[in-house]
């Protein structure tokens, strides 16, 4: 799948988002390796710390369905700004797909391409790399 249909499939996904504190809605869609998207919403709540970024949420749902191996994220914002990963999603990210491309787009400006390396160079890991 092209990067610019995984944007498009975050994009659809954006109204689903439960932003009413921050008013920032966020949305992701994860390409599996096998071809199947998975999207996520960014899920808030009262408490603040509990909000689940879009991108976890994703995870989660690829995870729960069998999914542990992913090629390409998309994720996208109605703010200004690029909606870089978090560095909690980052993390999250590198557990199952170290390799993966990200693209990111703002409301606006065009989307922008990064590598899980780039964003996260040295990520925890049990494992000996
Ligand atoms: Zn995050």
């Not at 109605?78 to 999603?89: F, R, T």
């Not at 590598?115 to 049990?126: A, K, M």
């Amino acid at each position: 799948m092209e990067p610019g249909e995984l944007v498009t499939l975050a994009r659809e996904a954006l109204p689903r988002a439960y932003a009413p504190y921050s008013g920032y809605r966020v949305a992701a869609a994860l390409l599996t390796e096998k071809g199947e998207v998975f999207t996520g919403v960014n899920v808030e709540n009262s408490s603040l710390g509990l909000t689940v970024c879009a991108e976890r949420a994703a995870v989660a749902a690829a995870v729960t369905a069998g999914h542990r191996q992913f090629s390409r994220l998309a994720v996208v914002a109605e703010g200004d700004a690029p909606p870089l990963p978090c560095g909690a999603c980052r993390q999250v990210l590198s557990e199952f797909a170290p390799d993966l491309q990200i693209f990111v787009a703002s409301r606006d400006e065009e989307m922008q391409k990064f590598t899980l390396q780039e964003l996260l160079p040295h990520s925890f890991s049990f494992r000996k790399k």
